[in-house]
């Protein structure tokens, strides 16, 4: 049975730092993971158990677009892993929902990061709906950001980096002009696609928004129908004229490998993708290609009448209320926030922490995205703390757009329903 908070509070008699730490015998852990770098966490897990003889911790392997929905089910019936890997904007829906252990006394009695839960980046999007019970801990931090190919702007005649959204499209025609594919992206429309983040992307640097404060302690919409329905006919100019890659509405994650060959390959003028996917392009570029120079710059992402503006994004931890392994469960989530984890095992991702992040700069390839990290990134905040789920948005959003897409609605007709959609949620 699941250990209550009360019953937590009497049981946590001694500090359960990670080094150095003695724990319960046989305690076996299980960490769900829902990224591709396994060997390098296993590797971390694998040092973890050195440090602390008696617990093992297997890893169970999940897809990133089921993650949330299979850890409520489990929830439900009392299953589910001790430790599970999650978005930032999941984490007060799983807690609200009872997935996800109140983590306030852990925090209190036994820390978490470098210098304590204060510095972690994002903590609101961990909270509750009283923004005192704290359900998870940001992890891992990014945002997004631009390639673009160097080599295919020169043949191309683009003589600058694109800064408006309208500056891509006609830099992605001339790529097209010369055989190359302008814009990659994907278009697909299902429940964890990429289309949300490149419309909010759009939007917000116009001004819009889905959710907004009213300043009164309520929420309401930020964004008029013509303004979604001008968003969806951007992106599905691409579509129409064959600007971005083959097949891109069988796609749905930024990182399918059909659009990083692309770009590896050197047959795509630019994407837009999280930082540790542009970390996976160059590592893979400079592999096939020892010794040569890089043929891509980072930039922000486009804009409209506003600034680039993307989401500051990352992966949050919570422990499983199910769990029956609270304070070993709570070792693994110090394990995992700690700087000699993402020194030495979790290298491709950034810690969620203002103290981490400054000892793990960006690389010289990477400027565009420290720029955009530093200058044009911003909260969830009222998608996050409002009453309308962002995962339900999020789906809707893909079912809105994939309609339009595929010419089952006029834009206008997916755009009033969008709104409709998050109206009836407010």
Known sequence: MPMTIRGLALAAMATTCFYGSVAAADT???????YDNVDEIQAGLDRFEELNPGITVTMERVAFKDARDQLI?????????????????????????????????LIEEHGIGE??????IATDLVLGDDEETIYGVPFATDTWGMIYNTEIMKEAGIEKVPETWEELLEASRKAKAIGKIGFGFAAGTSAANTIWFLANFNWWSDGGTLVESD?????RLGISADQVASVIDYYKTYLDEDLTVPGALAMDAWNDPTILEQMIAGDMFATSVP???????????????????????????????????THLGGQSLCVNANTDYPEESWKLMQWLNSWEFFENYN?????????????????????????QFSEGARSWGPYARGPAAIGAMWNQTSRSFGAAFIGEKTSKEAADELLAFVQGLL
């Not at 076996?28 to 829902?34: H, P, S, V």
């Not at 540790?276 to 486009?302: G, H, S, Y």
């Not at 793990?360 to 390839?365: G, I, Q, V, W, Y």
């Open 347 to 371: 290298t491709g991702y950034y810690p969620a922490q203002q103290a981490l992040l400054v000892k793990k700069p960006f690389p010289a390839e990477m400027t565009g995205f420290q720029k």
């Open 28 to 34: 076996e852990l299980t960490f769900r993971y829902a």
């Open 215 to 219: 300043g009164a302690g309520g929420y």
């Open 73 to 105: 089910r489990e929830g439900a019936a009392g299953a589910g892993p001790d430790v599970a890997h999650l978005a930032f904007v999941w984490i007060k829906d799983l807690g609200t929902a009872g997935a996800c252990m109140p983590l306030n006394e």
């Open 115 to 120: 210098n304590g839960f204060q510095d972690f």
């Open 275 to 309: 930082v540790f996917t542009a970390v996976q392009i160059f590592d893979q570029w400079r592999e096939r290609n020892p010794e040569k120079e890089l043929p891509f710059t980072t930039a922000m992402t486009p804009h409209g009448s506003g600034k680039p503006t």
